[in-house]
């Protein structure tokens, strides 16, 4: 069974400073999603990554993947207070659902 | 705006009530999911409808029974809950359930609480 683990789950950091939320899965997987959730509001998608190298940017968020080792990195670079939020990466498992991580809740200080 | 509009936001039942989630999608899409997310468990896939046929069943319970009558709206009917039960629940559509790099696309979500 598809396992995927997040890691941290909770970050505090400072605005201006760079950081990298972690994702790791189980069992071999084509695709890996990062979404992002606002309180109370719905899963936003942000990257769709579908090949080992894989990197995609989007303003102070940078993604990659490495499917030899499984892992996909979700960089954060210069924080601004409006990235605070909750992120979550998913794979996709055999069956071509997705399953979730635990979800990464991130709070950018002033 | 995503696209994908749930109904209510919020809902508060007994456990002896029966109620119903609501899920309609602007997208043109033909696979439709419901998903539960609670504290204290990581979102859970509960049913998948491709082209308004079932193809997937987590393991749910029957007090939870999913309809999906077009390829634009998706119910969840909710009878006899338990306080357990209480989570947001998220319905999400993509193009097709089955294939690679296709994003999913979640709508706000129905908290519901059991009391």
């Known amino acids: 069974e598809l396992k995927v683990e997040q890691n941290p789950l909770f970050l505090s950091m400072q605005e201006g400073k760079n950081y990298t939320i972690y994702c790791n899965y189980s069992?071999?997987?084509?695709?890996l999603y990062w979404y992002r959730q606002d309180p109370g509001k719905s899963l936003e998608s942000l990257f769709v990554?579908?090949?080992?190298?894989a990197v995609k940017q989007e303003g102070r968020l940078m993604a990659s993947l490495d499917t030899k080792a499984r892992l996909s990195t979700l960089h954060i670079t210069a924080a601004v207070h409006d990235l605070s939020a909750t992120y979550f990466c998913?794979?996709?498992?055999?069956?071509?659902?997705?399953?979730f991580g635990a979800g990464t809740r991130l709070t950018v200080k002033p | 705006e995503t696209g994908v509009t749930q109904t209510p936001r919020h809902l508060v039942m007994g456990m002896t009530n029966k109620k119903s989630l609501k899920c309609e999608q602007h997208?043109?899409?033909?696979?439709m999911y419901w998903y539960k997310q609670s504290a204290k468990k990581p979102l859970e896939l509960m049913f998948v409808?491709?082209?308004?046929?079932?193809?997937e069943n987590n393991s749910v319970p029957s007090r939870f029974s999913p309809e999906c009558p077009n390829s634009s709206h998706l119910f969840l009917h909710l009878h006899t809950l338990q306080p357990e039960d209480s989570a947001l629940y998220l319905c999400?559509?993509?193009?097709?359930?089955?294939?690679?790099?296709?994003?999913?696309?979640f709508g706000e979500g129905s908290w519901l609480t059991v009391v």
């Open positions: 999400a559509s993509s193009q097709e359930s089955r294939g690679p790099g296709n994003t999913i696309y």
């Open positions: 069992t071999t997987s084509d695709r």
């Open positions: 990554l579908l090949s080992n190298g």
């Open positions: 998913a794979v996709g498992d055999n069956n071509n659902d997705m399953r």
């Open positions: 997208l043109g899409h033909n696979a």
């Open positions: 409808y491709s082209l308004e046929e079932r193809v």
